[in-house]
């Protein structure tokens, strides 16, 4: 199984980029899992940023980013996405996709498979 994040890159404090995840592999349906975001800042723990249900029709965001950040799947192309909007100098981290099946969705050992990451900067 190979989640292949895209779309990072630098940008200046207010803007907008958009993170793309595909997944792929023999055996994996990419419909079964939940799939998240994790980001890690330098120097800092990895931290939840936000996970959607199978179906694509609920999902969870960390305080941090609510309102800002808006996530979404597309099943028929194994994809998962993630809007980021009025960005700001903290959310400058390597951003992580993740495909798990187990609870709680907010932690990291729910997911049994991750993305490369993609790099985010923010600048002033």
């Known amino acids: 199984v190979q989640l292949q994040a895209s779309g990072g890159g630098s940008v200046q404090a207010g803007g907008s980029l958009r993170l793309s995840c595909e997944a792929s592999?023999?055996?994996?349906?990419?419909?079964?899992?939940?799939m998240a975001w994790f980001r890690q800042a330098p120097g800092k723990e990895r931290e939840f940023v936000t996970a959607?249900?199978?179906?694509?029709?609920?999902?969870d965001y960390a305080d941090s980013v609510k309102g800002r950040f808006t996530c979404s799947r597309e099943n028929a192309k194994n994809t998962f996405y993630l809007q980021m909007n009025s960005l700001k100098l903290e959310d400058t981290a390597v951003y992580y996709c993740a495909a798990g099946r187990d609870t709680p969705h907010t932690s990291g050992s729910s997911y049994n498979y991750w993305g490369q990451g993609t790099l985010v900067t923010v600048s002033s």
């Open positions: 959607i249900s199978r179906s694509g029709d609920a999902a």
């Open positions: 592999g023999r055996a994996f349906t990419f419909s079964y899992y939940i």
